[in-house]
């Protein structure tokens, strides 16, 4: 078969109005499109018609079967499945991580979805000890053990869960308790290697092609597919003081918070998040989620009698070693100095003791839990917020005092952050104020499967009514994730910068091959 009758057969397949044809082929030519993907000369494989995890994502929501999915061996598979994919008209390529976003981000109907996990995990060390090379299909969680199990190093800047790999989050942003002091994932790379939608292998960094190095990070996956990022390391601790205070009033807990993430770098902790919780004994949403010990619950005594439907948890760590009693002491000390400037309930206060290890971890016992439960593979309609210092004490007033007064059945996470740990050269939407403080707001539902948890129905409704509230009312937010089903949503969404994202897809992107499902940009789209 020649490559001219290839792509011919390829286009006819696919036409999108077409489907008697579609449902032809797929019943009658299996055998020759098999045969057509081998002309590929891949050092992976190719699978088609598949019906598994391809066609769906963590958040359940979402279903849409790729023409194939492409598990590649090296970057030179994954540039020729781009390439092949811009000499046809309607083919697009969707990178694949670990499945975990919540939209069908990560789909191609009827296209082809890159497996990027397929891909031996590669994680080397540089000799200085300052950075590590790391393949884009490599799970974070890897990263750490890796790092600090054979080098006692590790890198600055996490996310909660590190199930995660290193190419999906940077091409979001990637942020944690860290991010105040290090700024996301990232700001914590200094060179990637990536394919772009014209299946060019290029390696970029701040001074090397460095406008593709900016528009890939945060770019939702639309000018490349990360195949290497270079993570800047620096010596893991082996011991965290984990620590959690509870507050009743927002204005209290804000200032705290703001307080310790714009303090002096070694003035304060080493991690700042905070998260809101239910004023009652719900085992989920309530009291009971805010123990880090067992041995020591929460007593609800404590409470201050005016405090209002929800409560606030400020969650701190401070990095230690084990090697003495001394160094123990001096953690003590450096712990009750820090949180002697807080305005904490003081009878409300948990802490422990764990290895740096078990502490970055620490979501991946909750996945383990879940996943026994059944909670896991429930819908996940999650809804990420940057919201800005000016209006916080609003959104909390309206969404989290009223509209989620109940709780999402999981974390409901709120915390400071710093935009000048940003760099503004990326392709991340921040909110529009220049105040240096915003937010990250963070609704983590994990409900069991309908009818004994909430409808997919009933939570996407709650997220509309969340994002209307904060529009109607002049909120300056913008959606972390971001997915949007229309050209005005995510022009909105891009405010100022829209003009210039357009003009880095015509560059990188010409024919708007890559991250389809993220529905920013039709195939064969073209800047006006």
Known sequence: MSPATMIAFIERFLHENDVDSIQELEAKEEDDILVLFRGMELQGTVEYGFHGSASKDFGGMQSSKPLAVIRPADREDVAKVIRLASRLEHLTVAARGNGHSVNGQAMAHRGFVVDMKSMDPIIEVGPTGTYADVSGGTLWEEVLKRCVLSHGLAPRSWTDYLGLTVGGTLSNAGVSGQTFIYG????????????????????????QNSELFFSVLGGLGQFGIITRARVLLQPAPNKVRWIRVV?????????????????????????????????????????PSVPLDANHPFDSTRIPRNAGPVLYCLEVALHHTKESDDRRCTVGIRVERLLGQLGFCKDLRFEVDLSYLDFLLRVKRAEEEAKASGIWEA?????????????????????????????????????PLLRSKWDDRTSIVLPDAEDDIFYIVALLRFYFPYPRGLSVEEMI????????????????????LPYYNSKEGWKKHFGNQ?????????????????APGQKIFPKNWQLL
């Open 498 to 514: 829209w003009t210039r994202f357009q003009e880095k897809k015509a560059s990188f992107d010409p024919k708007a091959i890559l």
């Open 184 to 207: 996301p994932q990232t700001e914590n790379v200094t060179e990637l290697e990536v394919v772009t939608g014209k299946g060019d292998v290029t390696v970029c960094s701040r001074s």
């Open 247 to 287: 507050y009743s009033e927002f204005s209290e807990f804000s200032r705290d918070a703001e307080l310790l993430v714009t303090q002096s770098e070694g003035d304060s902790f080493d991690y700042v998040e905070g998260f809101v919780f239910v004023n009652s004994d719900d085992p989920v949403n309530g009291w």
């Open 461 to 480: 409704a709650q997220n509309q009514e969340i994002i209307k509230c904060c529009n109607k009312k002049g909120f300056d937010i913008k959606l972390y």
């Open 379 to 415: 819908p996940h309609p999650w809804l990420n917020i940057f919201v800005s210092k000016r209006d916080i004490a609003d959104f909390d007033r309206v969404v989290f005092k009223n509209i989620l007064k109940h709780g999402v059945g999981g974390p409901m996470l709120v915390y």
